[in-house]
């Protein structure tokens, strides 16, 4: 009786390097796009903390014919409470221009983004604001700007 050996068959090296450099490829494409995705979520904590005080920025000044002064801790009449600083960005504590034509920016303190500015600006009292490129004070690429501020 003849016993019938089996041929041990695997990947040959040229194979694997073939693998290996399709794994390459995808990574060196996936790593510039994973960066900008990151770097724009940061961005909109920088949009949602502006967001959070067109509101409060408004009101004040229908009723005081003036932009108050953002704070932290509101001591004087002239200050409405607002979160000035989140992780990866930093609100100015003013709104600057003459009412009813304001802006309110922060600026990026990390990622790609570092140093950039997001603005919104208003014309109308806060009823509008604009925070895309266009506004002149955003500085940061439109790439990494929300949807709302494309």
Avoid: H
């Amino acid at each position: 009786m003849k016993l019938v050996g089996k041929v041990q068959q695997g990947f040959t090296l040229i194979e694997l390097m073939i693998v290996v450099a399709i794994i390459g490829i995808l990574a060196a494409v996936a790593l510039p796009a994973y960066n900008d995705y990151t770097t724009r979520a940061q961005v909109s904590e920088a949009v949602e903390l502006l967001g959070g005080l067109k509101g409060p920025i408004a009101a004040y000044g229908y009723e005081n014919k003036a932009w108050p002064t953002l704070t932290a801790t509101p001591t004087l009449a002239t200050d409405v409470a607002a979160t000035l600083t989140g992780k990866y960005s930093n609100v100015a504590n003013a709104v600057t221009g003459a009412f009813p034509v304001g802006s309110i920016k922060a600026t990026m303190k990390a990622g790609q983004a570092n140093t950039k500015v997001v603005g919104m600006a208003t014309a109308d009292g806060g009823q509008t604001w604009d925070c895309t490129a266009a506004n002149t004070i955003t500085t940061v690429d439109i790439k990494w700007l929300p949807q709302a501020c494309k």
